[in-house]
């Protein structure tokens, strides 16, 4: 149960001073882990659109999902318990069920290494996005407080969450 709520740090894209934004991420990420972004450049519709599709996969048949199963390259379907972050957990596995893709350099489109469902026509990597629809829910829990916080919903961007890969990559000074 929560006790009380956090408001996350918000972060404007689009200051002029750049490394004010910079600082104001990392404080973030030292803090808690988690932020908000404004004047990110992304439209609504797209943005939309983007979870509408991300809805209908994810409201597939298990069964229709795992024909996208994760590949080598690690992109892809990832079942519920599929994943495991604390290999010393009692937990079968983490309950989420997540679908990856990543950036396609150099490669045609036949050798690209994502999975792309058929079209009827984290929190492992650097950062997650928490999509969220307004629906309560989300809560953090910091070292530095004894009980979870409800994260209050934000029209325009989901909250980001500083990942596994970046906190490992800076020798764990990152929430």
Known sequence: MAAGSLDLPVV????????????????????????????????DELLAAVFGESKKFFELPLEEKMLLHRNSAHRGYTAPYDEKLDASSEFQGD???????????????????????????????????????????LQIRR??????????????????????????RLSATYK
């Open 95 to 137: 309950l989420k069920e997540s679908f990856y893709i990543g950036t396609v350099r150099d490669v045609d489109m036949q050798n690209d290494p994502n999975q792309w469902p058929p079209e009827d026509h984290s929190d492992y990597g650097m950062i997650t996005l928490l999509a969220t629809d307004g629906t309560p829910g």
């Open 12 to 43: 404007d894209l689009a200051s002029p001073d750049l490394q004010s934004a910079a600082e104001a991420v990392r404080k973030a990420c030292v803090d808690s882990g988690f932020f908000y972004v404004t004047n990110h450049g992304i439209q």
């Open 143 to 168: 070292e530095k407080d004894e009980d979870w916080k409800d994260v209050h919903h934000s029209e325009g961007f989901p909250p980001i969450k500083a990942g596994d890969y970046l906190k490992e």
